[in-house]
């Protein structure tokens, strides 16, 4: 008889097969303590999203495109112009390699840098008008390509559960408690040798 799921790995490797030395938790997966809940969802959620970012990433190269370029991209064609802080906020790009991403759209002659009226240190950065029209054309071409995995996977009212569950995670992540470095918890220390 094969082992039952809560005698695997989360590979699917039986736990016996691993050869660890380590006594077995109650849930049997090797830690010294009872197994966290939440690592029911850990692995398959940044199995996810890297399954995500493959697809998409590759889509937007076929486009000609960076993901950070991309972002920038689509950010910009919903507006009327951008500050650069403005930017780091609403892409996903980090500042370290905005400047970067900005510069090589610039060479590409899809955006324009401008100077702010209200501040006059400041740049405010726009898409030209070949910016525009690749906008126009590659983010409906992007949506449309992501939208089928999408869509064979959840139902919309399952998105739309789904989302408020995201968005919390998201924000417990964000919040002061995770900027904190927080002590290691560990179980005592047991007098046994091993």
Not at 5 to 32: C, Y
Not at 120 to 131: N, V, Y
Not at 143 to 165: A, C, G, K, N, V
């Given at each position: 008889?094969?082992?039952s799921p809560?005698?695997?790995t989360?590979?699917?490797q039986p736990?016996e097969?691993?050869?660890s030395?380590r006594?077995p938790?109650?849930?049997?997966?090797?830690?010294?303590?009872?197994?966290?809940?939440?690592?029911?969802?850990?692995?398959?959620l940044?199995?996810?999203?890297?399954?995500?970012?493959?697809v998409?990433?590759?889509h937007?190269?076929?486009?000609?495109?960076?993901?950070?370029?991309?972002d920038?991209?689509?950010?910009?064609?919903?507006t009327e112009?951008?500050?650069?802080?403005?930017?780091?906020?609403?892409?996903l790009?980090t500042?370290?390699?905005?400047?970067?991403?900005?510069t090589?759209l610039?060479?590409k002659k899809?955006?324009l840098?401008?100077q702010?009226?209200?501040?006059?240190?400041?740049q405010i950065i726009?898409?030209?008008?070949?910016g525009?029209d690749?906008?126009?054309?590659v983010?409906?071409?992007?949506?449309?390509?992501?939208?089928q995995?999408?869509?064979r996977?959840?139902?919309?009212e399952?998105?739309?559960?789904?989302?408020p569950?995201?968005?919390?995670?998201?924000?417990?992540f964000?919040?002061p408690?995770?900027?904190?470095?927080?002590?290691?918890r560990?179980?005592?220390?047991s007098?046994?040798r091993?």
């Amino acid at each position: 008889m094969p082992p039952s799921p809560s005698t695997r790995t989360p590979s699917g490797q039986p736990r016996e097969a691993q050869g660890s030395s380590r006594s077995p938790s109650p849930s049997g997966s090797g830690l010294p303590f009872p197994d966290p809940h939440f690592l029911r969802i850990l692995r398959p959620l940044v199995e996810a999203y890297q399954a995500f970012l493959q697809v998409s990433d590759r889509h937007i190269a076929s486009l000609g495109l960076t993901r950070g370029q991309f972002d920038v991209i689509v950010t910009l064609g919903r507006t009327e112009g951008l500050r650069c802080t403005d930017i780091a906020q609403e892409t996903l790009v980090t500042k370290g390699t905005l400047t970067g991403v900005l510069t090589r759209l610039e060479k590409k002659k899809l955006i324009l840098r401008t100077q702010n009226p209200i501040d006059r240190r400041g740049q405010i950065i726009r898409l030209t008008s070949a910016g525009e029209d690749l906008y126009e054309k590659v983010f409906p071409r992007h949506i449309r390509h992501l939208e089928q995995y999408f869509d064979r996977s959840l139902t919309p009212e399952e998105m739309d559960m789904l989302r408020p569950l995201l968005l919390r995670m998201r924000d417990s992540f964000r919040s002061p408690l995770a900027k904190k470095e927080l002590p290691l918890r560990l179980p005592a220390k047991s007098n046994v040798r091993a």
